[in-house]
Nanobody
Framework: QVQLVESGGGLVEAGGSLTVSCVAS????????TAWFRQAPGKERQFVAS????????YYEESVKGRFTISRDNAKNTVYLHMNNLQPEDTATYYC????????????????WGQGTQVTVSS
């Protein structure tokens, strides 16, 4: 069983930046690829970005390319999402996800989910 705990959400003005983090309890974090999804009120959960266990490959949803950066620190069992130039449409609950290494990173098919952290962007 893997537990994922997100943190770092908050309220930010449009054009601002924010970094959310996710700490995994996995005994061997490098057995998992990781990703970020988001869900806005009344909408389906949407893929945002993913990264392989070794950080050798990343994948982004089109609307966040050039603004968001996913990274991970295996020594800290942590994956990050650095978000720049945030816009009101980025407002959502952001979820961390993990998938065993045997799967690809897009489409990302999670084996585990975190509880989410709220990001609100004011206009």
């Amino acid at each position: 069983q893997v537990q994922l705990v997100e943190s770092g959400g908050g309220l930010v003005e449009a054009g601002g930046s924010l970094t959310v983090s996710c700490v995994a309890s996995a005994y061997v974090f490098t057995n998992y690829h990781t990703a970020w999804f988001r869900q806005a009120p009344g909408k389906e959960r949407q893929f945002v970005a993913s990264i392989t266990w070794s950080s050798s490959s990343v994948y982004y949803e089109e609307s966040v390319k050039g603004r968001f950066t996913i990274s991970r620190d295996n020594a800290k069992n942590t994956v990050y999402l650095h978000m720049n130039n945030l816009q009101p449409e980025d407002t959502a609950t952001y979820y961390c996800a993990a998938a065993l290494r045997g799967s690809g990173i897009f489409p990302f098919r999670p084996n585990y989910w975190g509880q989410g952290t709220q990001v609100t962007v004011s206009s």
